[in-house]
């Protein structure tokens, strides 16, 4: 594993905008998308991480289990009234899109969560599209851990198949990320077969006569993916009807369960010492470990402490929240750089890998991107996977609002 520093396309920002990526730089005028450098991993290392992701998914399963079992509603911050909408998702089965665990590692040691974004993960786009496309341009004789579309249009179907209602795409208003993330998720589906429509949130309607959610039209809305976190929708003043229709959420109910910080003491509880955890605790632990709020989204309000004595932190809006601890991870960095690994789950496959760095030692929304490869154009002894075409849709304007 290593980081190499490389001269950008000429055209870049012109180039990932052709594939969705508008948001390549920062309001600082900096760049979120980065290709002054890539890493490149050997066959071996990626197993590594392919491996740890599939055993760090069985793990959650099992602590999704547990919760239930000994209803720890509390612990994960589960209001009161949602206990039978969750446990009716879990028995029911109900499909899984996606998740992203990220991963510390360093090429040597087994990687290590830290923590996994289960419900509404972000850097999709960049992780299944943008670097392939990458890829092609700069590095066409290497491969890629990237097979995210395929296996998107894969979960796509299996939801035609099995739920077989058209899908309504939302997110927030505005937020140009969350756009751009949910228009990626809607093509894959329309590749799929599926009807598909967007709306903002706040298009979202309650008829109370009919008792179900509906679009601007007054249609019945039968599936919904959501870029927006349960916790909040379960606070919204319509979360008290999240359970009294037939309408169908994605990501489920149960993934509440997996997408707060909760998990990671219970992980540690119930498995301690697995070479992919990290101890994690509701108290403080000794030495340097790392204090984040429950609740949190996108490295906001993170604390490296050092016995007590604070190292480095983050603002944000979460600070009125419970939190927990979890041990400082010391990986080696790269150029000075510190990278954390986000590991793509599609349908239970583990099936991609987005690289996030920064300066500092947390990252947060505003981290840099950067792409990877396997091998590479001074490598091309080894033994390449046939190349493959994404097939994005130019036909039904994919990034196109």
Not at 56 to 79: M, R, S, T, Y
Not at 84 to 98: A, G, L, P, T, V
Not at 229 to 255: D, S, Y
Request: charged content about 25%; hydrophobic content about 40%; some cysteine.
């Amino acid at each position: 594993m290593q980081r190499l520093t490389l001269t950008p396309r000429s055209d870049w920002q012109k180039r990932v905008e052709s594939v969705g990526l508008a948001f390549h730089t920062t309001d600082q005028g900096e760049p979120y998308w980065d290709e002054s450098a890539c890493y490149v991993f050997t066959p071996a290392e990626i197993d590594q991480i392919e491996l740890a992701t599939l055993d760090l998914n069985e793990l959650c399963l099992k602590a999704v289990e547990h919760i239930l079992g000994h209803e720890l509603w509390d612990d994960f911050q589960i209001p009161r009234g949602f206990e039978d909408f969750i446990r009716k998702s879990w028995d029911e089965e109900e499909i899984s899109i996606i998740g992203r665990f990220d991963l510390l590692f360093d090429g040597i040691s087994p990687p290590k969560l830290a923590e996994y974004n289960a419900d509404t993960p972000t850097a999709l786009l960049e992780a299944a599209v943008v670097q392939w496309f990458w890829l092609r341009d700069c590095a066409p004789d290497a491969d890629q851990f990237n097979s995210v579309h395929e296996r998107l249009i894969e979960v796509w179907q299996r939801v035609k198949l099995e739920i077989g209602k058209p899908v309504t795409f939302v997110s927030t208003a505005d937020h140009v990320e969350d756009f751009m993330t949910v228009t990626y998720l809607r093509d894959a589906a329309r590749q799929a077969g599926l009807m598909t429509q967007y709306l903002p949130m706040n298009a979202i309607g309650w008829n109370a006569s009919r008792r179900m959610f509906v679009d601007m039209k007054e249609r019945s809305l039968g599936c919904v993916l959501k870029l927006y976190p349960w916790e909040w929708m379960m606070r919204e003043q319509f979360g008290q009807h999240l359970g009294t229709t037939l309408t169908r959420w994605l990501e489920p109910p149960w993934k509440a369960l997996l997408s707060n910080k909760a998990l990671l003491p219970l992980l540690w509880k119930l498995f301690p010492e697995h070479p992919n955890l990290l101890p994690a605790s509701w108290e403080r632990l000794p030495g340097r470990c790392v204090k984040k709020p429950v609740l949190g989204r996108e490295g906001a309000n993170i604390t490296i402490l050092d016995d007590g004595q604070l190292v480095q932190g983050t603002s944000g809006d979460y600070s009125d929240g419970e939190f927990i601890y979890q041990a400082f991870h010391d990986t080696p960095k790269f150029d000075g750089r510190t990278i954390v690994l986000g590991s793509w789950m599609v349908n239970g496959f583990a099936c991609g890998l987005g690289i996030r760095e920064d300066d500092s030692l947390i990252t947060t929304n505003t981290s840099r991107f950067v792409p990877h490869r396997i091998g590479g154009t001074d490598e091309t002894q080894h033994a390449i996977k046939a190349a493959k075409e994404i097939n994005v849709s130019q036909a039904t304007g994919i990034f196109v609002p």
